[in-house]
T-cell receptor, first 113, second 118 residues
């Protein structure tokens, strides 16, 4: 079946530290991969996406590369800010048999000043 | 970018009453909308897929008579929690797909509704 596994949080970093949040997936077919961010009390916002192998999604200093050989889509940022504190969700969409998004469990990030 | 408006953002109700949550796509048409439920510190659980002009498709384990979904227009879907009980307290989030951008596989999310049933 289709599933997304991401590293458990919370992740606590100091400002300007390097961030990696691991995400791996299992899927039938060829999924599109996404990272969403959720700030406290809000809905989800699309952070970045990649639709095929070796694509790199990037936005606001965040990057993730679609690695088909390792079925991974790890999120990285070179220098985090306090304002990056949020919950990050890795997700995939497979369009076989209908559109459905599968979310990972979410990883909470705390960035300290 | 595309905006999905969800209302109300927070609602407190008494046990046994019904609550309606609205989800509107403000600047695009949405043939398909989705309703999710999120428990504290957990991921989103898809409750149902709402299709304009037809019946919603509910996920396994979701009571369709408890969570009534209506998608009467291309810009509005509603979720009514009927005879709410404290265990229905949760964060409900809707999302919508732009009908003209289906190939992009993008969903736009509302800000969520926090329901508290006393």
């Amino acid at each position: 079946g289709n599933s997304v596994t991401q590293m458990e949080g919370p992740v606590t970093l100091s400002e300007e530290a390097f961030l990696t949040i691991n995400c791996t997936y299992t899927a039938t077919g060829y999924p599109s991969l996404f990272w969403y961010v959720q700030y406290p009390g809000e809905g989800l916002q699309l952070l970045l996406k990649a639709t095929k192998a070796d694509d790199k999604g990037s936005n606001k200093g965040f990057e993730a590369t679609y690695r088909k050989e390792t079925t991974s889509f790890h999120l990285e940022k070179g220098s985090v800010q306090v304002s990056d504190s949020a919950v990050y969700f890795c997700a995939l969409i497979v369009n076989t048999g209908g559109f459905k998004t599968i979310f990972g469990a979410g990883t909470r990030l705390f960035v300290k000043a | 970018g595309a905006v999905v408006s969800q209302h109300p953002s927070r609602v407190i109700c008494k046990s046994g009453t019904s609550v309606k949550i609205e989800c509107r796509s403000l600047d695009f048409q949405a043939t398909t909308m989705f309703w999710y439920r999120q428990f504290p510190k957990q991921s989103l659980m898809l409750m149902a897929t709402s299709n304009e002009g037809s019946k919603a498709t509910y996920e396994q384990g979701v009571e369709k008579d408890k969570f009534l979904i209506n998608h009467a227009s291309l810009t509005l879907s509603t979720l009514t929690v009927t005879s709410a009980h404290p265990e229905d307290s949760s964060f409900y989030i809707c999302s919508a797909r732009d009908t003209t951008e289906l190939a992009k596989n993008i969903q736009y999310f509302g800000a969520g509704t926090r329901l508290s049933v006393l």
